[in-house]
């Protein structure tokens, strides 16, 4: 009979001591890192949509409690498989150093994906924002070491904020234990859901989402957007359902966050940052719902990471190898061509998804929220879903013209080579992994058959074709002088900015 209550905590603390491990044998990381990832990811996607929980205490009886259940097993599996991708598609820029701060990285979102004791998440929310800290500065130029240090800062208050709630709970409940919340005052309450949702990045707390994602490298970016933001998802889902007090506060916090993020989006010029605002967007949508929370931020994770990691041309990426990009007499390379022609495929399929495209995963998540959520909330969620298309739409749009401007285009559409360009399409292991992307989130819509129905396909084919057209007719509006002064104030007090909002956030919480 297997003991969980030795295998649990073994498997949560495995990937930060096979992460220790590399430093001394550093060869060995990358392999076992990837057999212990798809070991979880595999393990993880067998339990979604189970009701099944396995409850175990750490150090014995009065210990540190843990409960891996539905809301711990679609992050678990969304965070693996986004870190493959990363994995799979950049391996050749990596060194062992930057698969230990993300096997570290894993471990602490484990831990916050199954602990319900708040010092417990305080530790591991703390030690994924120094692993994310590393990453942003992974760039290692002025403007990624002062993002990183807003981050790190921004993100230390915003957890001070998050410990004075936890011990002003204490002192009324004299326990840590998120069901004990109940009798915890509103004030605490306030506190400790302001730092969760900063790491989450939902509304004034998600301020440093758009910043961060324009400037960090692709790798950074798709783990940043895939996994780090997604910490904070499973405990506001287990207090929303828990409290109806809290639950009633997400329902506010998520619509405005999806709808002014949406917008800011639609008139962002820059994608990296029309990424990030979409993820605020998209993570306030995400907590609308308890029960499918979870769900919708791994699809959103993974499709995130897609994006990110296909976002710029191959000639444009730094991160990519350049040899397989042009040769020496500057003539693309014919793997190139149809390496560049999938990465555009993949990215357009990713962002179908978010848009909440039929036979996509987006399409089923996106309709267990619908169905979830309150009806005084559906219009404002309808509003959001098609600002939402209308992002992609245009992130769409530059994503093939800047495929067509380049010199190689017209080169897959050249017959004579056509059985060469499918002979290289399966020439590359980074072109596996784009492909089983694709078929994954295709695949994945059969999770839920009965959602299918005529109208709800029609409603999200209705949304794309306005997002279209919406898109069209905005494309011609100048909104730098709404955009880039916001943009300008974010970079220049970052951090500060971040804390006060938080901070002014409390008292009208307060005050109301």
């Given at each position: 009979?297997?003991?969980?209550?030795?295998?649990?905590?073994?498997l949560?603390?495995?990937?930060?001591?096979?992460?220790?491990?590399?430093?001394?044998?550093?060869?060995?990381?990358?392999?076992?890192?990837?057999?212990?990832?798809?070991?979880?990811a595999?393990?993880?996607?067998?339990?979604?949509?189970r009701?099944?929980?396995?409850?175990?205490?750490?150090?014995?009886?009065?210990?540190?409690?843990?409960?891996?259940?539905?809301?711990?097993?679609?992050?678990?599996?969304?965070?693996?498989?986004?870190l493959?991708?990363?994995?799979?598609?950049?391996?050749?820029?990596f060194?062992?150093?930057y698969?230990?701060?993300?096997?570290?990285?894993?471990?602490?979102?484990?831990?916050?994906?199954?602990t319900?004791?708040?010092?417990?998440?305080?530790?591991?929310?703390?030690?994924?924002?120094?692993?994310?800290?590393?990453?942003?500065?992974?760039?290692?130029?002025?403007?990624?070491?002062?993002?990183?240090?807003?981050?790190?800062?921004?993100?230390?208050?915003?957890?001070?904020?998050?410990?004075?709630?936890?011990?002003?709970?204490?002192?009324?409940?004299?326990?840590?234990?998120?069901?004990?919340?109940?009798?915890?005052?509103?004030?605490a309450?306030?506190?400790?859901?302001?730092?969760?949702?900063?790491?989450?990045?939902?509304?004034?707390?998600?301020?440093?989402?758009?910043n961060?994602?324009?400037?960090?490298?692709?790798?950074?970016?798709a783990?940043?957007?895939?996994?780090v933001?997604?910490?904070?998802?499973?405990?506001?889902?287990?207090?929303?359902?828990?409290?109806?007090?809290?639950?009633?506060?997400?329902?506010?916090?998520?619509?405005?966050?999806?709808?002014?993020?949406?917008?800011?989006?639609?008139?962002?010029?820059?994608?990296?940052?029309?990424?990030?605002?979409?993820?605020?967007?998209q993570?306030?949508?995400?907590?609308?719902?308890?029960?499918?929370?979870?769900?919708?931020?791994?699809?959103?994770?993974?499709?995130?990471a897609?994006?990110?990691?296909?976002?710029?041309?191959?000639?444009?990426?730094?991160?990519?190898?350049?040899?397989?990009?042009?040769s020496?007499?500057?003539?693309?390379?014919?793997?190139?061509?149809?390496?560049?022609?999938l990465?555009?495929?993949v990215?357009?399929v990713?962002s179908?998804?978010?848009?909440?495209?039929?036979?996509?995963?987006?399409?089923?998540?996106?309709?267990?929220?619908?169905?979830?959520?309150?009806?005084?909330?559906?219009?404002?969620?309808?509003?959001a879903?098609?600002?939402?298309?209308?992002?992609?739409?245009r992130?769409?749009?530059?994503?093939?013209?800047?495929?067509?401007?380049?010199p190689?285009?017209?080169?897959?559409?050249?017959?004579?080579?056509?059985?060469?360009?499918?002979?290289?399409?399966?020439?590359?292991?980074?072109?596996?992994?784009?492909?089983?992307?694709?078929?994954?989130?295709?695949?994945?819509?059969?999770?839920?058959?009965?959602?299918?129905?005529?109208?709800?396909?029609?409603?999200?084919?209705?949304?794309?074709?306005?997002?279209?057209?919406?898109?069209?007719?905005?494309?011609?509006?100048?909104?730098?002088?709404?955009?880039?002064?916001?943009?300008?104030?974010?970079?220049?007090?970052?951090?500060?900015?971040l804390?006060?909002?938080?901070?002014?956030?409390?008292?009208?919480?307060?005050?109301?």
């Open positions: 009979m297997i003991d969980y209550q030795i295998l649990f905590p073994f949560i603390f495995l990937p930060a001591l096979l992460g220790f491990v590399g430093c001394v044998i550093p060869k060995i990381t990358f392999p076992l890192s990837v057999v212990m990832l798809l070991g979880y595999a393990s993880s996607l067998n339990y979604i949509g009701d099944i929980a396995y409850q175990f205490t750490l150090v014995g009886e009065g210990g540190i409690q843990f409960s891996v259940d539905s809301y711990s097993f679609p992050l678990i599996f969304g965070s693996c498989i986004t493959l991708i990363v994995f799979g598609l950049f391996f050749k820029k060194t062992h150093y698969y230990q701060i993300c096997l570290v990285l894993l471990s602490a979102l484990l831990i916050s994906f199954t319900v004791d708040l010092v417990s998440m305080f530790i591991s929310l703390e030690l994924l924002g120094f692993s994310a800290f590393l990453l942003i500065a992974d760039r290692n130029d002025r403007k990624s070491l002062f993002n990183s240090f807003q981050y790190l800062i921004g993100g230390g208050l915003a957890m001070l904020i998050y410990l004075i709630g936890v011990v002003q709970a204490f002192t009324f409940t004299g326990s840590f234990l998120l069901e004990d919340l109940v009798k915890a005052p509103e004030t309450l306030c506190l400790i859901v302001a730092g969760l949702l900063t790491k989450s990045g939902v509304f004034l707390c998600g301020l440093w989402v758009p961060i994602y324009s400037h960090a490298n692709s790798q950074s970016s783990v940043l957007a895939g996994c933001t997604c910490a904070g998802i499973a405990p506001i889902a287990r207090m929303s359902q828990i409290l109806n007090p809290i639950s009633d506060s997400m329902i506010v916090i998520g619509v405005i966050s999806a709808v002014i993020a949406a917008i800011y989006a639609v008139f962002e010029r820059d994608s990296g940052r029309a990424l990030g605002w979409s993820s605020v967007s993570l306030g949508i995400a907590i609308l719902s308890p029960t499918y929370a979870c769900s919708y931020a791994m699809q959103h994770g993974i499709c995130k897609l994006l990110f990691s296909t976002l710029y041309s191959r000639k444009a990426d730094e991160n990519l190898d350049s040899s397989a990009i042009t020496s007499n500057n003539t693309p390379s014919k793997l190139s061509v149809t390496n560049e022609l990465r555009v495929i990215f357009v990713a179908l998804s978010i848009m909440g495209f039929p036979f996509l995963a987006g399409f089923i998540t996106k309709n267990w929220i619908k169905y979830d959520i309150p009806y005084e909330a559906k219009i404002i969620y309808t509003t879903a098609l600002l939402t298309s209308t992002v992609y739409a992130l769409i749009f530059d994503r093939i013209k800047d495929f067509i401007r380049q190689y285009a017209r080169l897959v559409l050249n017959l004579p080579r056509a059985s060469k360009n499918l002979s290289d399409l399966f020439s590359s292991s980074q072109n596996y992994i784009l492909i089983l992307s694709v078929v994954g989130l295709i695949l994945a819509s059969n999770a839920a058959p009965d959602l299918f129905t005529f109208s709800a396909v029609q409603s999200a084919i209705v949304s794309a074709i306005l997002g279209g057209i919406l898109f069209v007719s905005v494309v011609g509006i100048q909104a730098d002088e709404f955009v880039k002064p916001v943009t300008r104030t974010l970079d220049l007090v970052g951090a500060p900015f804390v006060a909002a938080l901070l002014l956030a409390n008292l009208i919480y307060l005050k109301i």
